[in-house]
């Protein structure tokens, strides 16, 4: 069963902590993606990857850290260098010429 | 710099009812325009992708539309249902790998 699996759904750190989310894909693609969805927002890109071992920032990249160190796997590092980092994020993949991107179920992540 | 906007934000409608959707855009030099799907606490589920080229793509009780050069599109939907309840947002992919995703608009269909 392919697709896009995001751990865990819901997480919750104090302030100050770093905390890493968990993006994983069985779908074979090449390139994917890190967005932040705050309420009455559209999604802002946080980072992408296009291929194993590179990475670019994206719009918001401030705070937040990435590796691709395997083709399936993408984490999202959020440090305490974030300001604002209670958000909903979601990840993101596509093929390298595709257009369509597929979306995991997303994280919520609360800092208090 | 892309910026897009839905309007309305939100809307609320009988059962049955046949809506429209709106998405504008201001850069037309686009590659594509995607509608998704968002329920709530949940990730985007694609409905239509519209490529550059194309007016309108259809699926189902969907249909979207896209008019480049006033940087618009539309999203129908025919005989609306409760289970068409969720938040319906546009995005436009442009140059290099970024897609610009408008708010979304909510959208409530009462039975």
């Known amino acids: 069963d392919g697709g896009i699996t995001q751990s865990p759904k819901y997480l919750f750190r104090k302030e100050g902590q770093n905390v890493t989310l968990s993006c994983e894909q069985n779908?074979?693609?090449?390139?994917m993606y890190w967005y932040r969805q705050d309420p009455g927002q559209g999604l802002r890109l946080i980072y992408y990857s296009q291929i194993v071992n590179d990475f670019q920032k994206g719009d918001i990249a401030e705070g937040y850290s990435v590796s691709r160190e395997k083709k399936e796997s993408f984490p999202l590092t959020v440090t305490s260098a974030q300001k604002n980092p209670t958000a909903f994020y979601l990840c993101?993949?596509?093929?390298?010429?595709?257009?369509?991107?597929?979306f995991g179920p997303g994280t919520r992540l609360t800092v208090t | 710099k892309q910026e897009v906007t839905q309007i309305p934000a939100a809307l609320s409608v009988p059962e049955g009812e046949n809506l429209v959707l709106n998405c504008s855009f201001t850069?037309?030099?686009?590659?594509?325009l995607q509608w998704f799907r968002q329920d709530p606490g949940k990730g985007l589920t694609s409905l239509l992708l519209i490529q550059s080229s194309q007016r309108e793509q259809t699926s189902g009780r969907l249909n979207a539309s896209l008019d480049k050069s006033s940087g618009r599109s539309t999203l129908y939907i025919a005989a609306s249902q409760p289970g068409d309840s969720a938040t319906y947002l546009c995005?436009?992919?442009?140059?290099?790998?970024?897609?610009?995703f408008g708010a979304g608009t909510r959208l409530f269909v009462k039975a």
């Open positions: 995005a436009v992919q442009g140059g290099g790998f970024k897609t610009i």
């Open positions: 993101a993949s596509k093929e390298a010429l595709a257009n369509e991107q597929y």
């Open positions: 779908l074979n693609h090449d390139a």
């Open positions: 850069d037309s030099a686009i590659y594509n």
